[in-house]
């Protein structure tokens, strides 16, 4: 079978060929298949069938990580959320053909062991008419991005009604379907920034009030046109100058959900979240405006909550995903490298 690695610690952008890809033996596997009296009890092992691409990643190719997950060394499997299916079980929670989400190696099969817990360990797919053929949801939609969503908004963002919220990102995985959410709780506006005339016409047609191509328009102006000195909420994926425009424009007693600053990933000199100008940071004290770091893994509580939310408005046609399929194992390094380039709308998914 087929492994992906991390060639080298990644200083700057990131290019495929820190991607590399070898050949290692199938685990407890003979010339008849699978070995089932070699796997361990509470282990399965699993076909990978669709692996999640995100942003954090690229925070594991350097050290020291990002804190909460440990940067990958050379020479070790790259490991992201993926949805598998169950091909040899010795764990009576998770029998042959079921499906599993969790934390798993970028491999074609890999073995799992199933007592540890969501998020790092596997958790069953759940079997809901009509969501049948959109397994990979559970990466996006339902996953990791669309909680990071959900939870976000809930626990950092404070929504209420008639709020006028910004989404930096707004095409991409999570950003997407923090606009709709806001829509959804009733949001007076939803402006959107992202990166192409494409977006803009995707997130107008799922709900966005107004959009902002930030490669095309004048940002600044256009934040002053839509939302001057009005915004409620900030749901900031990009960090830098963006954000030092939205923050301008922000209302007293204002809230930021401080979910990503992609726009330095690629440069470690820069502190996460990145530093504000002093004209930023005195509006932000001024007008007693949250700015707090926002980790998923610290509101696992909320998760269940917000996944019964996010099915439940998907079901009544509230809320819509999109992916971006990759197909082929061999392809993963190109979707990672094009998902950090903003080529993706929704959520990148390498298909295997």
Known sequence: MNEIFLTRHADGEVSPDHFGI????????????????????????????????????????????PGYLPAWNPGEVITSSCIGEVKMSRCGKYPNGTLIQGLMPWQEFTLLDCSKEFPIGPAEVPKIE???????????????????????????????????????????????????????????????????????????????????????ENVEEALLKYCKNEVTCYFDNVGGQTAEWVISNMAPNSNIVLCGQISSYNDKSIPYPNPLSEPIAEHLTKNNITRERFLLLEHMKEYESCLVDLIGWYMGGQLSGRETIVNGFENSGRAFCEMMKGKNIGKMIIKC
């Open 22 to 65: 070898r050949r290692v033996e199938i685990p407890h596997s003979t010339t008849d298949g699978f070995n089932g009296q070699s796997i361990p009890e509470n282990h399965v092992i699993v076909k990978i069938l669709s692996m999640s691409v995100d942003p954090y990643m690229r925070s594991r190719m350097t050290p020291p990580g």
């Open 130 to 216: 009509g969501l049948l053929g959109k397994e990979s949801y559970f990466l996006g939609l339902f996953g990791t991005t669309g909680l990071t969503a959900a939870i976000g908004m809930k626990v950092k963002g404070k929504l209420t009604e008639n709020d006028v919220v910004v989404v930096s990102g707004a095409a991409g995985a999570t950003g997407s379907v923090a606009g709709q959410i806001a829509k959804i709780k009733g949001a007076k506006k939803v402006i959107g920034i992202c990166g192409s005339d494409e977006k803009c016409d995707y997130i107008k047609e799922i709900g966005f009030t107004h959009s902002i191509n930030y490669k095309t």
